[in-house]
Each structure stands twice: as C-alpha cells, then as structure tokens.
C-alpha cells in the first residue's frame, strides 16, 4: 500500500514558476512508477509526466521542455518543476503510483488527494 501527498499548488502569473511535490510512504517507493496527472474544470484527466524507478522519465507534449518530473528515493518524495506556466495549464494536479513499468495505457493504482494549480493570465 501507498499512500500520496501532494503540496506546492497555488496561484502564480502566466510565465511563472512552480515545484509540486509527493510525498510517498512505503518501504517499497523505489520500485514504483511515479507520475503526475492533471485535470481541468470540465475536462477528463490528463496524463503529464511519469518516471520510473531507474529514473526515465515520460512526459506530455504539451509541457515537454517547460516541466520535469525527478523523484528523490531516500525521501520518498516525487517532484514536477514547473516552468513556463501558461493559464491551459490551471488544473488540479495529482500524484499517481503504480508497480507496474510504466506504458502510454498504464493504470494509476495509488492517488493523491491533488493539489490545485491555477496560473492567471
């Protein structure tokens, strides 16, 4: 069993920055999959970026080159730099973990409770 904590989520200016973290209890954090999904109002979730445990990384063409997923096993803790940001980008922002390597169809099992990101024009 995971469990998942997200923080960092707030109101920032289009073009502005931010990290969000997860923080993930478990013996076992290095060997899952982690990742980032979003959702907007109105919309269905979004997949954003994964990394697995060897640390390769995955991410959505819409934030390729502004955001980077990185994950720190001795902390249990899973990051998503956020630059760039752009008002499309306003979204709650949830952690996700799986066992399973990660794959374009891969089935999230462990979820955070979101953090919510809005970026103002």
């Known amino acids: 069993q995971v469990q998942l904590v997200e923080s960092g989520g707030r109101l920032v200016q289009a073009g502005g920055s931010l990290r969000l973290s997860c923080a993930a209890s478990?013996?076992?954090?290095?060997?899952?999959?982690m990742g980032w999904v979003r959702q907007a109002p109105g919309k269905e979730r979004e997949f954003v970026a994964a990394?697995?445990?060897?640390?390769?990384?995955y991410y959505a063409d819409s934030v390729k080159g502004r955001f980077t997923i990185s994950r720190d096993n001795a902390k249990n803790t899973v990051y998503l730099q956020m630059n760039s940001l752009k008002p499309e980008d306003t979204a709650v922002y949830y952690c996700?973990?799986?066992?399973?390597?990660?794959?374009?169809?891969?089935?999230?099992?462990?979820w955070g409770q979101g953090t919510q990101v809005t970026v103002s024009s």
């Open positions: 478990g013996r076992t954090f290095t060997s899952y999959t």
């Open positions: 990394i697995t445990w060897i640390s390769n990384k």
């Open positions: 996700a973990a799986d066992r399973t390597p990660y794959s374009s169809n891969i089935h999230w099992t462990f």
